[in-house]
C-alpha cells in the first residue's frame, strides 16, 4: 500500500539558511499535517491542512510557512534557521480520523 | 488543553516476556492512536482505537473511553519490539494529535 513520501530524508543547512521540506499524501487523503520532533521529544504539531486550505495551526515559528498544492502534496519552509530548528519533521495524513506518518526528514542546523 | 500521560516511561524486558503499557488522558477524545517508534525514528501505526478492544498479532490495545485510559499489551516481546510507544490523542474533528512523553522499551536477547 502506498504510503506518506517525505524528501529529503536527510538534510543539513547552516544557520540563517533556508529550507524547504516535502510531503507527498497517501493518494484520496485530504488532510495533511507536519510535526516537529525534538531530540527525546514527543512529536509536536505545527499545521494542518485540509482540501488545500489551512486547517489548525500549532506551535509553529513566524519563520516557519507551509502550504498545500492543487495535487494535495505539501511544503514546509523553514527561514533564518536556527541551532534549536534541529529535528525530525514528520508528515502524515488522513481522509478519516486516523493519521498515518512518513518516515520523516531529519534536519540538521550546524 | 488535553493532557496525555503514559507509563511506565522506561521498561526492559527479557525477550519473550509480556508487558502493558498505559496511556492516561485528561479528556474525553474522537481519535486514540498507538504508535511505534523504531531506533530508526520511523513513526508506525499500531491501533487506531478510540474506544474498544482490538489485536493485531501479538500486539493488542484496549480503550475505555468513559474512563479516560487506554492499555497496549504486549504479548512474547521480541528484540524488535524496542524502541518507544506513543500513545496519541484528539479531542475535535482535525486530527490534530497530542502526543504523550512515551514509553521506552527496550526487550533483551
Known amino acids: 500500500a502506498a504510503g506518506v513520501i517525505q524528501s529529503p530524508r536527510h538534510l543539513i543547512k547552516e544557520k540563517r539558511e533556508t529550507a524547504t521540506l516535502k510531503c507527498y499524501p497517501i ?23 485540509y482540501e488545500k486550505m489551512q486547517s489548525d495551526k500549532g506551535s509553529i515559528p513566524d519563520r516557519f510557512s507551509a502550504q498545500q498544492f492543487s495535487d494535495y502534496h505539501s511544503e514546509l519552509n523553514m527561514s533564518s534557521l536556527e541551532l534549536g530548528d534541529s529535528a525530525l519533521y514528520f508528515c502524515a495524513s488522513s481522509v478519516t480520523a486516523e493519521a498515518f506518518f512518513g518516515q520523516g526528514t531529519r534536519l540538521t542546523v550546524v | ?45 499500531l491501533f487506531y482505537i478510540p474506544s474498544g478492544t482490538k489485536q493485531n498479532g501479538r500486539l493488542s490495545a484496549t480503550t475505555v473511553a ?17 524502541g518507544v510507544y506513543f500513545c496519541a490523542v484528539d479531542r475535535g474533528s482535525q486530527g490534530n494529535l497530542i502526543f504523550g512523553k512515551g514509553t521506552k522499551l527496550s526487550v533483551k536477547p
Not at chain 1, 38 to 43: E, H, R
Not at chain 2, 1 to 26: M, Y
Open chain 2, 66 to 82: 468513559t474512563e479516560r485510559y487506554s492499555l497496549l499489551y504486549i504479548s512474547s516481546s521480541q528484540t524488535t519490539d524496542s
Open chain 2, 1 to 45: 488543553g488535553i493532557q496525555v500521560e503514559q507509563s511506565p516511561p522506561d521498561l526492559i524486558l527479557q525477550e519473550g516476556a509480556n508487558s502493558t503499557l498505559r496511556c492516561n488522558f485528561s479528556d474525553s477524545v474522537n481519535n486514540l492512536q498507538w504508535f511505534h517508534q523504531n531506533p530508526w525514528g520511523q513513526l508506525i501505526n
Open chain 1, 27 to 49: 493518494p484520496r487523503h485530504d488532510t495533511v499535517y507536519w510535526y516537529q520532533q525534538g531530540p527525546g521529544q514527543d512529536p509536536q504539531f505545527l499545521i494542518s491542512f
